[in-house]
């Protein structure tokens, strides 16, 4: 016999949403009098399925009542077990129903959240009951319940291989599907739930520890498990000497261990599946130490999740995983939190936190409790405190610390409050970050470092495998063959840059969207172009495929009309349709939500935070969930947060938003007389609109380089760089004469930043625009063809500043010590004329001056340590005591030059001419130059041997210089100056060819598809 709990309160005349209001007590009574009803008709446990009444219903009736359903099966339960305790299948039963109803909930919220088409079917009213006879037979299965003692063991120890839950999964995929779902989405769908199942019953059984304390061991709930007895096998899990070890379960923390389970039913984007569906495991290199012998054990790659759980043994150091952005930090994180809270608690609890949601507090677990939720802030500062269970402190973005406002010393902050912590010795720190952003901290910590390698032949292997699981066979073969035909596996690729891009997880699966969606195929001219575009960067190819995203995403809106594509049952949830379109347009022109989302992105760009607090009662509109996320703040009360869903996709907004205001300082208007005049007419306007725009901090070099690519598309639409650069080039020259701090401008834009919680002082700003300006201007001139002149025209004296840049570069240590050397080093100040300008002592170590007009230049006591000198002009250039060991000057010219006490070690002198040159007491030793040169120099007073000036040594010979290569071998010395450029791991060259270290043409595995994706793939079973 069956009890339908529906059934028993409708026939007492209580309305199942009366009983959302009620409290735990009329609740509890409700449950109360059930139990009673279930005495007297000798029912058991088993005769409850709330599932099952749950899932006969239409989501309309669902939607309202599934709360009220869990809460009161919650109920019963308690009220069961007082009675007599519960067996471990009766546990277990009423367990999993109470954990699948609050999964099923959360996905559904998930997918309205997404504004999914089915749920557009599944809202249309219908019978109070689904009639769909599948779904019918299969509820069948579950109702009256059987689950025998070994079921129970099998479903709390399996969990989503269990039968329990492949049974109840089977009805869910029949109740998605009578919904409205197709049948691959519904499957879909319930991975997700299952993903997360696991942390549901967590809590169940923690809320519901003593009725259920025979699950407790299964879930690793509190102390339920002897520390001792997890792994024997290693002295990392052992209690720490003289801790106390409590046998109350704290609550605060089973929910988070729980949460970080949950987190794994979220969409990846727009997707019907998560994270974990296409998950693949990575490698990484790790970094050697800097006092390991080189050419001796060289190191190799190795499972990026091995090597972070062997870290768990070291509690001395701090392992840092290390890549640029899209190689997988922040995934990484994601699933390594959540097995170490399914496998290794209690012995290591995982703490994740996002270092970019922080605010520095006076020690690292203040700092660390500002990016913790609400609720659990005390909680953190005990766990820290205990000695067990040990902590894993998982701060994923290093490089997305924000500043404290105040000054620009958010980082060292937060690496002294780390120093501190770490040299207690009591837990486990990890920290991610991009490679880059290291080598400002230096040796200041105790590191084990390792690089995220690109994906090699097995992962593809095993991606290709996952997309044919959560797409179909063909779909995934046909993608494999697409990257195949373009030879894009080979080594070397002739599309070296996308080959280079395929081996990143984010823009594989990006680029495997578009694919499948029909945006990408061999005969594409525009992608052909972009990918064999031969650019120092990647910019080119990276703006069509995020520009096409874009089209993809809104139902290509701008250019070329919609490609008509015929949806098979089926497929209709793996392409934007037109109602999925229209349902993310809400009735808006796809311009007028562009230029809505260009605007949410200069605000997170301005916060300088990578978010937007925004009050709980503010209205923003509806933003693609493909590019912005928000979320509850943990910060501020009653605000959310709005930022975006990946770093490299905000960068693209970011950049398509600047241009776009970029471009208005170029636009024209007739008035009614027809005088044609700039929109942004007046100095004063024009400055005002750019310090709203740039002074929010430094502009990133992606940005940049996109905001640049986001123009050249306008081009064609009457925009022209050399308007641009005049426009930027007079607020410029007014900006080196302090006008705009004059006229107040930059207070009004502080103002503005101020009110995005960007506490940037006035001189942090005014740096700011400065800098930000003269990148832009160094960019556009090269566009334009036209010269650049910082200090204006030399060869008018009275108006010619000498200092313009030397002051720039003062103005920017408010925002970072060496803000212009870092952010200029590329190719900034390659080609501009700088002649005539004071360059005293400046820092321009490995800063690329290729072409660049040095004549008359004072550069006395220059750091040019490793600079590209190529082709420059150094005539008449003052070059006295300057630093230019390993600098590249070929071909340079140096006629006149005075290279008097320079430090030339190692330098890169063929093809210069030496005749004219003040060589007096000039270090040349190991320089690269013909013999003749070398012959003509040590006339004219050049030193050779080290004897002859060993004081010039001592003083200026760099560290970092260890070893200097035969003289006489000038072929292989001609690139010593590249030795000082970094490199980052070996995820890509700097420039050129890209490395691709394996090559799929020549493995025989990849000879069929079929072999690559598996012919499990194509079974159309979900189990």
Same mark, same amino acid.
């Given at each position: 016999?069956?009890?339908?709990?529906?059934?028993?309160?409708?026939?007492?005349?209580?309305?199942?949403?009366?009983?959302?209001?009620?409290?735990?007590?009329?609740?509890?009574?409700?449950?109360?009098?059930?139990?009673?009803?279930m005495?007297?008709?000798?029912?058991?446990?088993?005769?409850?399925?709330?599932?099952a009444?749950?899932?006969?219903?239409?989501?309309?009736?669902?939607?309202?009542?599934?709360?009220?359903?869990?809460?009161?099966?919650?109920?019963?339960?308690?009220?069961?077990?007082?009675?007599?305790?519960?067996?471990?299948?009766?546990?277990?039963?009423?367990?999993?129903?109470?954990?699948?109803?609050?999964?099923?909930?959360?996905?559904?919220?998930?997918?309205?959240?997404?504004?999914r088409?089915?749920?557009?079917?599944?809202?249309?009213?219908?019978?109070?009951?689904?009639?769909?006879?599948?779904?019918?037979?299969?509820?069948?299965?579950?109702?009256?319940?059987?689950?025998?003692?070994?079921q129970?063991?099998?479903?709390?120890?399996?969990?989503?291989?269990?039968?329990?839950?492949?049974?109840?999964?089977?009805?869910?995929?029949?109740?998605?599907?009578?919904?409205g779902?197709?049948?691959?989405?519904?499957?879909?769908?319930?991975?997700?739930?299952?993903?997360?199942?696991?942390?549901?019953?967590?809590?169940?059984?923690?809320?519901?520890?003593?009725?259920?304390?025979?699950?407790?061991?299964?879930?690793?709930?509190?102390?339920?498990?002897?520390?001792?007895?997890?792994?024997?096998?290693?002295?990392?899990?052992?209690?720490?000497?003289?801790?106390?070890?409590?046998?109350?379960?704290?609550?605060?923390?089973?929910?988070?261990?729980?949460?970080?389970?949950?987190?794994?039913?979220?969409?990846?984007?727009?997707?019907s599946?998560a994270?974990?569906?296409?998950?693949?495991?990575?490698?990484?290199?790790?970094?050697?130490?800097?006092?390991?012998?080189?050419?001796?054990?060289?190191?190799?790659?190795?499972?990026?999740?091995?090597?972070?759980?062997?870290?768990?043994?070291?509690?001395?150091?701090?392992?840092?995983?290390?890549?640029?952005?899209?190689?997988?930090?922040?995934?990484?994180?994601?699933?390594?939190?959540?097995?170490?809270?399914?496998?290794?608690?209690?012995?290591?609890?995982p703490?994740?936190?996002?270092?970019?949601?922080?605010?520095?507090?006076?020690?690292?677990?203040?700092?660390?409790?500002?990016?913790f939720?609400?609720?659990?802030?005390?909680?953190?500062?005990?766990?820290?405190?205990?000695?067990?269970?040990?902590?894993?402190?998982?701060?994923?973005?290093?490089?997305?610390?924000?500043?404290?406002?105040?000054?620009?010393?958010g980082?060292?902050?937060?690496?002294?409050?780390?120093?501190?912590?770490?040299?207690?010795?009591?837990?486990?720190?990890?920290?991610?970050?991009?490679?880059?952003?290291?080598?400002?901290?230096?040796?200041?910590?105790?590191?084990?470092?390792?690089?995220?390698?690109?994906?090699?032949?097995?992962?593809?292997?095993?991606?290709?495998?996952?997309?044919?699981?959560?797409?179909?066979?063909?779909?995934?073969?046909n993608?494999?063959?697409?990257?195949?035909?373009?030879?894009?596996?080979?080594?070397?690729?002739?599309?070296?840059?996308?080959?280079?891009?395929?081996?990143?997880?984010?823009?594989?699966?990006?680029?495997?969207?578009?694919?499948?969606?029909?945006?990408?195929?061999?005969d594409?001219?525009?992608?052909?172009?972009?990918?064999?575009?031969?650019?120092?960067?990647n910019?080119?190819?990276?703006?069509?495929?995020?520009?096409?995203?874009?089209?993809?995403?809104?139902?290509?809106?701008?250019?070329?009309?919609?490609?008509?594509?015929?949806?098979?049952?089926?497929?209709?949830?793996?392409?934007?349709?037109?109602?999925?379109?229209?349902?993310?347009?809400?009735?808006?022109?796809?311009?007028?939500?562009?230029?809505?989302?260009?605007?949410?992105?200069?605000?997170?760009?301005?916060?300088?935070?990578?978010?937007?607090?925004?009050?709980?009662?503010?209205?923003?509109?509806?933003?693609p969930?493909?590019?912005?996320?928000?979320?509850?703040n943990?910060?501020?009360?009653?605000?959310?947060?709005?930022?975006?869903?990946?770093?490299?996709?905000?960068?693209?907004l970011?950049?398509?938003?600047?241009?776009?205001?970029?471009?208005?300082?170029?636009?024209?208007?007739?008035?009614?007389?027809?005088?044609?005049?700039?929109?942004?007419?007046?100095?004063?306007?024009?400055?005002?609109?750019?310090?709203?725009?740039?002074?929010?901090?430094?502009?990133?070099?992606?940005?940049?380089?996109?905001?640049?690519?986001?123009?050249?598309?306008?081009?064609?639409?009457?925009?022209?760089?050399?308007?641009?650069?005049?426009?930027?080039?007079?607020?410029?020259?007014?900006?080196?004469?302090?006008?705009?701090?004059?006229?107040?401008?930059v207070?009004?834009?502080?103002?503005?930043?101020?009110?995005?919680?960007?506490?940037?002082?006035?001189?942090?700003?005014?740096?700011?625009?400065?800098?930000?300006?003269?990148?832009?201007l160094?960019?556009?001139?090269?566009?334009?063809?036209?010269?650049?002149?910082?200090?204006?025209?030399?060869?008018?004296?009275?108006?010619?500043n000498?200092?313009?840049?030397?002051?720039?570069?003062?103005?920017?240590?408010?925002?970072?010590?060496?803000?212009?050397?870092?952010?200029?080093?590329?190719?900034?100040?390659?080609?501009?004329?700088?002649?005539?300008?004071?360059?005293?002592?400046?820092?321009?170590?490995?800063a690329?001056?290729?072409?660049?007009?040095?004549?008359?230049?004072?550069?006395? %006591? *220059?750091?040019?340590?490793? +600079? $590209?000198?190529?082709? #420059? !002009? &150094?005539?008449?250039? /003052? =070059?006295?005591?300057?630093? @230019?060991?390993?600098?590249?000057?070929?071909?340079?010219?140096l006629? %006149? *030059?005075?290279?008097?006490? +320079? $430090?030339?070690?190692? #330098? !890169? &002198?063929?093809?210069? /001419? =030496?005749?004219?040159?003040? @060589?007096?007491?000039?270090?040349?030793?190991?320089?690269?130059?013909?013999? *003749?040169?070398?012959?003509? +120099?040590?006339?004219?007073? #050049?030193?050779?041997?080290?004897?002859?000036?060993?004081?010039?040594?001592?003083?200026?010979?760099?560290?970092?210089?260890?070893?200097?290569?035969?003289?006489?071998?000038?072929? +292989?010395?001609?690139?010593?100056?590249?030795?000082?450029?970094?490199?980052?791991?070996?995820?890509?060259?700097?420039?050129?060819?890209p490395?691709?270290?394996?090559?799929?043409?020549?493995?025989?595995?990849?000879?069929?598809?079929?072999?690559?994706?598996?012919?499990?793939?194509?079974?159309?079973?979900?189990?």
């Open positions: 016999m069956n009890l339908s709990i529906r059934n028993w309160v409708v026939d007492r005349y209580i309305a199942i949403n009366q009983i959302n209001g009620f409290s735990a007590g009329q609740m509890a009574g409700i449950a109360y009098r059930i139990v009673q009803d005495e007297f008709k000798s029912l058991v446990p088993f005769d409850i399925c709330t599932l009444e749950v899932l006969e219903l239409p989501l309309g009736i669902v939607w309202e009542e599934i709360t009220t359903i869990a809460l009161l099966t919650e109920s019963l339960l308690h009220s069961l077990s007082q009675n007599k305790p519960l067996k471990r299948n009766e546990g277990t039963w009423l367990a999993f129903q109470i954990a699948y109803l609050q999964t099923l909930q959360q996905v559904l919220y998930q997918e309205a959240s997404l504004q088409t089915w749920l557009d079917r599944a809202m249309i009213p219908t019978q109070p009951y689904l009639q769909d006879a599948q779904l019918q037979g299969l509820l069948k299965t579950l109702s009256p319940g059987k689950l025998t003692d070994t129970a063991e099998q479903a709390l120890s399996l969990v989503a291989d269990s039968l329990l839950v492949q049974q109840i999964n089977n009805v869910t995929v029949a109740w998605f599907v009578a919904n779902a197709e049948e691959p989405e519904a499957k879909l769908l319930t991975r997700r739930l299952v993903n997360s199942l696991l942390g549901h019953l967590l809590v169940v059984i923690a809320n519901n520890a003593a009725p259920l304390a025979q699950l407790q061991k299964f879930v690793r709930l509190g102390n339920s498990l002897p520390p001792s007895s997890i792994n024997p096998e290693t002295r990392l899990l052992e209690i720490a000497p003289g801790s106390i070890v409590s046998d109350k379960i704290d609550l605060e923390r089973e929910y988070y261990r729980a949460s970080l389970l949950q987190s794994f039913s979220t969409p990846l984007l727009l997707e599946f994270l974990k569906d296409i998950y693949v495991p990575l490698t990484g290199l790790p970094v050697e130490e800097s006092g390991s012998k080189s050419g001796k054990n060289i190191a190799q790659p190795v499972d990026l999740m091995t090597w972070a759980k062997q870290q768990l043994g070291d509690l001395k150091t701090i392992a840092v995983i290390e890549s640029e952005s899209g190689y997988g930090k922040t995934s990484f994180c994601q699933i390594w939190a959540g097995q170490v809270a399914q496998e290794l608690y209690p012995s290591w609890m703490v994740l936190i996002r270092l970019r949601d922080v605010r520095y507090g006076k020690t690292l677990v203040e700092t660390l409790n500002s990016a939720p609400l609720t659990l802030h005390s909680n953190l500062a005990t766990w820290l405190e205990q000695g067990f269970p040990r902590c894993l402190l998982l701060l994923d973005g290093l490089d997305e610390l924000p500043d404290t406002g105040e000054n620009a010393r980082k060292a902050i937060f690496i002294q409050q780390l120093r501190k912590f770490q040299s207690q010795y009591q837990h486990k720190v990890v920290l991610t970050s991009r490679s880059t952003t290291l080598l400002e901290i230096g040796s200041e910590l105790p590191l084990r470092r390792i690089t995220i390698q690109p994906l090699t032949v097995d992962q593809l292997k095993q991606w290709f495998q996952n997309w044919a699981m959560v797409q179909s066979l063909p779909i995934a073969q993608f494999f063959l697409f990257l195949k035909q373009a030879g894009l596996f080979a080594s070397p690729s002739k599309l070296s840059t996308l080959s280079t891009l395929i081996r990143q997880p984010l823009m594989l699966y990006l680029l495997a969207i578009l694919h499948r969606d029909g945006l990408l195929n061999l594409d001219e525009g992608l052909q172009v972009a990918a064999s575009a031969q650019q120092t960067s910019t080119l190819l990276l703006w069509e495929i995020y520009h096409r995203l874009q089209r993809w995403l809104l139902g290509y809106p701008q250019t070329g009309g919609m490609k008509m594509m015929l949806l098979r049952s089926g497929s209709a949830h793996i392409h934007r349709t037109p109602l999925a379109i229209a349902n993310l347009l809400a009735g808006r022109h796809p311009q007028d939500l562009i230029e809505q989302m260009q605007a949410w992105s200069l605000k997170i760009l301005h916060s300088d935070r990578h978010q937007v607090n925004l009050p709980k009662e503010s209205n923003p509109p509806t933003l969930a493909f590019y912005f996320c928000s979320g509850v943990t910060q501020i009360q009653q605000t959310t947060k709005l930022e975006f869903s990946h770093q490299k996709l905000g960068e693209y970011c950049g398509e938003a600047i241009a776009a205001q970029l471009s208005l300082l170029t636009q024209q208007q007739q008035d009614t007389y027809g005088t044609i005049t700039f929109i942004l007419d007046s100095p004063s306007t024009v400055a005002q609109h750019l310090y709203n725009l740039l002074g929010y901090g430094i502009l990133s070099q992606e940005i940049e380089e996109l905001t640049l690519e986001g123009l050249r598309r306008q081009q064609k639409r009457e925009f022209s760089f050399e308007v641009l650069f005049q426009r930027l080039e007079s607020f410029w020259h007014d900006y080196c004469q302090g006008r705009w701090l004059n006229e107040g401008i207070h009004k834009a502080l103002t503005h930043f101020q009110a995005l919680q960007n506490y940037k002082n006035v001189e942090q700003v005014n740096a700011a625009v400065g800098l930000n300006v003269f990148l832009l160094c960019a556009t001139y090269r566009e334009a063809k036209v010269p650049f002149c910082p200090g204006g025209n030399p060869a008018n004296l009275a108006l010619f000498p200092i313009a840049v030397t002051g720039l570069i003062g103005r920017t240590t408010v925002l970072h010590k060496s803000a212009f050397a870092m952010r200029t080093r590329a190719k900034s100040l390659a080609g501009i004329n700088l002649s005539g300008t004071s360059l005293l002592q400046v820092m321009l170590n490995r690329n001056l290729e072409g660049t007009n040095f004549s008359d230049a004072e550069l006395i %006591g *220059a750091n040019l340590t490793g +600079a $590209n000198l190529q082709q #420059a !002009n &150094l005539t008449g250039a /003052n =070059l006295q005591q300057a630093n @230019l060991t390993g600098a590249n000057l070929q071909q340079a010219n006629t %006149g *030059a005075n290279l008097q006490q +320079a $430090n030339l070690t190692g #330098a !890169n &002198l063929m093809g210069v /001419n =030496l005749n004219s040159v003040n @060589l007096t007491n000039a270090c040349l030793f190991h320089a690269i130059l013909a013999d *003749a040169d070398k012959e003509f +120099a040590s006339l004219n007073g #050049a030193l050779f041997c080290k004897e002859d000036f060993p004081d010039i040594i001592s003083l200026m010979l760099p560290e970092s210089l260890n070893s200097i290569p035969d003289s006489n071998n000038i072929e +292989a010395d001609t690139q010593i100056w590249i030795k000082d450029i970094p490199t980052i791991g070996r995820i890509e060259s700097a420039e050129g060819i490395t691709l270290p394996i090559n799929l043409d020549d493995d025989d595995d990849y000879a069929e598809n079929e072999t690559v994706l598996g012919n499990h793939a194509a079974d159309d079973s979900y189990y």
